[in-house]
């Protein structure tokens, strides 16, 4: 069915990008090393501060738990480059792959969320000292942000089992 | 003796149900488990490095409850996974890499919770600098887990986990 070649799938196999990772048999394990040393930098800020804004560890302080997002950026810009060199190793395996396109939309949700929690609940944040409980929107939100990266990591697993092309 | 009880693992009804029905869900769940469990050690190893004062050091304790639910994610769903490569497993040095690398990690967790989380000097509450003492746990801590994930990682690709051998 995704025998045949697609002009635009082909082009991004065809890169420099695509041919190093298919050049050696070292790359592809680097690279989901480093994947998933980034998806713990990312997922553990990021799950910490919601733990915090669900209640639990409420001695810390949320607004310095900000802090450490510049990290959880870095983890996420790891993740970034990784994911594409995955994609341009071959491009088939996960273009029409659905665990792949569900991942996608998971990552997309999840920082829209963030989004929420930047605009919607962030000016308050300086008022959730030590031991001070956040509001019941930052808590929904936490608990989504939770659950979608959960669904990321699961998404992401299932990429290998949901595959038509080998 | 020790072969046969690897192989009789390995050909168990208990190994051929993980392989055949269980896998994707124990992989998936070993996944999340890492991102908990070293994610969060991410964080707290990172507080202990200097980063986000504004973060009472003993209040990080709360988190380690968390970060034991991970552990114990992962040593469930590792004793399943190595079951069904019991003997591969169990002679390769990528395998005991990561099992050291793991034991490493534990004793300087509770070396790290024990003597910097709990202390009663100044630090803890980031009126000083940490340490030195404690930035070297710490940096050591990331080390490890990070050695343990690349150990992990690359094991899933070289068949006999040694390097070299495929």
Redesign the interface.
Known sequence: MISEAHPILEWIKQTSIGEFVRSS?WA??TL??LH??G???????V??ID?RVLG??????I???H??LP?AFIGFGINLVTGIMFFCHDPYVYAFNPSFRVKMLLILLAGLNALWFRLGVFIDVDKWG?GIEASRLAKVISALSLLI??GV??A???IA?TSSVH | MLDEFLMALQHSQFATWVQESAY?VV??LH??G???L??????ID?RVLG??????I???R??MT?VWIGFWTNAVSGVMLFSIDAKKDFYSNLFRLKLSAIAVGLILGAIINARVLSSPEPYASGETDTPIQARVLAVASLLS??SA??A???L???TYGDVGI?
């Open positions: 048999t592809f394990p989901q090393s998933f040393i998806m713990s930098m990312l997922i553990g800020i799950g910490a733990l639990l560890a409420r001695g810390l302080p607004h310095p738990l802090r450490l990290l030590p990266w959960i990591i699961i992401g697993r299932f089992f | 994707p992989i998936t996944s999340i890492l991102a908990i070293v994610g969060l050690l991410v964080v990172v980063f986000a004062r504004g973060l009472p003993h209040a990080l709360k988190l968390v887990w990070a994930i690349v992990g990682r690359l899933a690709y070289f495929e």
